[in-house]
């Protein structure tokens, strides 16, 4: 039997539930036969483990011929198991039990009914606390044989194959047992039996160095064979004192349950997860952005924000004698229900309308826009999940593709949600009152002008007073109103310059914000799938180790 380092007792219950937490973990996301497989074990791990007592359950297996039961006679010592001289095979488990420690209870949860208590002898002393399983065949024609001979072995501490020199290199025996027992090499033995049948010279060590090859490529285990016989004795002394060796190390049971939880989150391992968990990928994330950002309207309510700036500040800033224009064209943040205007006559703000209406009037995402998101998700839970097992990659993609309805509420409201407007900038009032004040030189100079002109239609001697060659009534109007149009057009400038400035701000603003509903309502579902991914992946490979 290989060595192998010993379990301490806390190795099982702590790999018990790493196996049973990542189960939890992976839940429907895991491949249904392994996770099922990995559940059956636990159940078995935790009622041995409940199983007090220092007893080794050691199950004779092989196939029909081999010779276990005239084997399992020798070991005890006595007749125990009835061997058919026609057909030999075992229809039922039967066991012997060495030692006074009571066995009923290990026994009963075996299911085991054909019991005999062995008395030691100088030949088969040694074996306190064994119980010894004579198993059906397991290549038996008789189905509930083999379902019989599976079921202890389910069960037993430890597994003795024996295998005779002409059946020894059966596939069933190697495919259906062996192979899948790559981690149970420790508590295993490999006997060669009926060794008295080979006569060529040489012939018994190289069947013997044949079939621990043949065992070595299952991956059960480097073993060295034991040859015996049951007929003339050979081996049988030095099989019982392999086998009490490992039943007086006592720990068998825990290194047999030990590797029923590493097969079983390997098994779980290698059906159920990827080899690693995948991160975001950074192009279909921005693409992913860049379609919400169209959906959410963003591009309609920048070239708002730009425009309603370049109003306000005309209305501001520009030649008092024309902004009143500015106020005949539409507000169209008001438009689109959004800004932050005072209430109005009736005392409804916007906000007020937001607040109970919930939305913007933003036009929906048209059905290119709409598409478009689709595509962007799609792409993002392919390219995340694609190198993950099936049923992982489909929770990413589901995932990351909500509700198209609950998508657009949220990207909406996220809008909603972005200031559009600031306070006031200094330089409007500054401009403002510059025009006013030019504006009122104009009009003083229009009406000396025309005071000057209605004295003069009257025939009063009056006369304007002179700047140089230029009277100073019409210096005030010329120079007042030539100023106040070239002060506008400095403020236009100004308008166009602050209204790029506070659309990059809002769009910094509006990406935020579509960038935290792209995180609550796609990203974060997809990092809580790989989350999971990597923690179920992480509690097995630790059950595994």
Known sequence: MSRRRRETPLDIPQRSARLATALDVG??????????????VLGRVDERWAIAGGRTVVALAGATGSGKSSLFNALVGEDVSAISPRRPT?????????????????????????????????????????????????????LRHRVEADRILERADVFVWVADPQKYADARLHDDY????????????????????????GGVEQVAADLRRLVQADGAGDHEVITTSARTRHGVGEL????GAVVGARNAAEARLAADLRASASRVLADGVGERTPEFGEQ?????????????GVPVVLDAV???????????TGWPFTRWLAGLRPDPLRRLRLGDDTAGRSGIAPSDVRSVLGRSSLPGPTPAARATVQLATQQLGERTGGALPPRWADAVMEAASPEQDTLSDALDQAVVGVPLRTRTPLWWAVLGSLQLLLAATAVAGALWLATLVVLGWLQLPVEAPFWGPVPIPLALLVGGAAAGLLLALVGRGAAGVGAARRRR????????????????????????VLDRHEKTRSLLEQAAA
């Open 505 to 528: 701000q809002v769009q910094h603003a509006l990406d935020d914000a579509v960038d935290e509903v792209s995180f609550r309502h796609v990203r974060k579902p997809v990092m809580t």
């Open 306 to 316: 730009h425009r309603d700036y370049r109003r306000r500040a005309h209305a501001r």
């Open 240 to 243: 019982a004192s392999r086998i």
């Open 284 to 296: 279909a994330d921005r693409q992913l952005h860049e379609a919400l950002t169209v959906a959410a």
């Open 178 to 201: 062996l192979r899948p027992l790559r981690h149970h090499d420790a508590v295993m033995l490999v006997v060669l039996n009926q060794v008295d049948r080979i006569r060529e010279e």
């Open 90 to 142: 075992t229809a039922e488990s039967g066991a012997a039990v060495w030692g006074e420690e009571d066995a009923g209870e290990l026994l009963d949860w075996l299911g085991i009914a054909h019991r005999h208590h062995v008395s030691p002898t100088e030949e088969n002393g040694g074996l306190d606390g064994l119980v010894l399983v004579d198993l059906p065949d397991v290549d038996s024609r008789e």
């Open 27 to 40: 839940g429907e996301q895991l491949e249904p036969g392994s996770a099922g497989t990995a559940r059956e």
